[in-house]
């Protein structure tokens, strides 16, 4: 038997537990570096192994692993014959189905990846992607006008709220306008892009970019004051698959708006005092771009946020940023 099936073979009999290194390289008697590229060997190949410091190794239950396979089962049947693709590390999942776009893959082809290393959120910044998150993204052929292209994101943020809550027993809310947040922490982010087809020149798909937590090893220590996870005892793939069919299912309601109602029920930030930022950011907007002052109004059909600036006058924001505390 070789290491590597060693370490699978002693991480199975005690799935759900953490191995320690040393405890591996003793009763295997191989050096700990032959355990860390037996654990990198078996990650490749999709096991989901998760390490964590002074704990060790774990083999996580089989209802933590995406495969397609477990995805259709959990897809209803109107989505199960549809074209999905899973990697175990993307640069981005937007990106690739970007690609797939450009080369005519049909409308609600799903990308999926357990680990993103240039993963991307709104203007232009890093969505950090660590392993075994949730990362995916969906092909919409729009049959709507484009101009009501910004509901997208809006919609597929009730999807992922609605799902959590469905799946995972968790309330969810909406910070406008494109993060889901759980217990106060963002738990979720949503990047829908334009796709231009080549010879047209025009708008021909749209890319919905989903990522969420699912785990806060891995993350910087300077983002867990903001950033949260959905932990516990649940099925990736049935949460997966419920954010996908929900999001396909919105999408084909954008003309009729059908889910601006509980967009509005699951805002967090209507009747709060919000500092609003117009304008692009890298890192931190409060030290990058000029800020004002604003009471949340309401949140029109078009997903726009109301707001009234404290000299009274008011604005419906359709871009930008806000903060508030949660």
């Not at 240039?118 to 993204?137: A, D, H, N, Q, V």
Request: aromatic share 6%.
């Amino acid at each position: 038997m070789t290491i590597k099936d060693s370490v699978l073979h002693m991480l199975t009999e005690c799935k759900g537990k953490f191995y320690s290194g040393e405890e591996l390289s003793h009763r295997l008697k191989v050096s700990r570096t032959a355990i860390w590229k037996a654990i990198n060997a078996l990650r490749q190949e999709g096991y989901p192994i998760e390490a964590v410091t002074n704990k060790g190794y774990m083999l996580m239950q089989d209802n933590w692993l995406i495969t397609e396979e477990s995805l259709r089962l959990c897809l209803p049947a109107k989505y199960r014959k549809n074209p999905i693709h899973i990697y175990d590390t993307l640069d981005s999942t937007n990106i690739r189905a970007s690609q797939l776009a450009l080369a005519n893959a049909p409308h609600g082809t799903i990308v999926m990846a357990r680990q993103q290393s240039s993963g991307r959120g709104r203007l232009g910044r890093s969505f950090f992607s660590p392993r075994e998150g949730i990362y995916l993204s969906l092909i919409i052929k729009p049959s709507f006008d484009l101009s009501k292209s910004v509901l997208v994101t809006s919609a597929a943020a009730v999807a992922v709220a609605e799902s959590v809550e469905n799946v995972c027993g968790i309330s969810a809310g909406i910070k406008w306008v494109n993060d889901v947040y759980v217990n106060g922490k963002k738990i979720c982010g949503i990047l829908t892009e334009g796709i231009t087809g080549l010879e047209t020149g025009q708008i021909e798909s749209l890319v919905i970019g989903i990522g969420i937590n699912t785990a806060l090893h891995g993350f910087p220590p300077e983002l867990l004051d903001t950033v949260g996870a959905i932990e516990g005892n649940y099925s990736k793939s049935a949460l997966a698959g419920s954010v996908i069919s929900r999001t396909l299912d919105l999408a084909e309601t954008i003309e009729e708006r059908s889910f601006i109602d509980a967009y509005r029920r699951k805002s967090l930030v209507i009747g709060k005092t919000v500092t609003v930022y117009k304008g692009i950011y890298q890192v931190n907007p409060t030290d990058e771009i000029p800020s004002r002052t604003a009471h949340v109004l309401d949140i029109d059909n078009n997903g726009g946020l109301v707001v009234r600036y404290s000299d009274g006058t008011q604005e419906t924001l359709t871009s930008g940023e806000i903060s508030v505390r949660l």
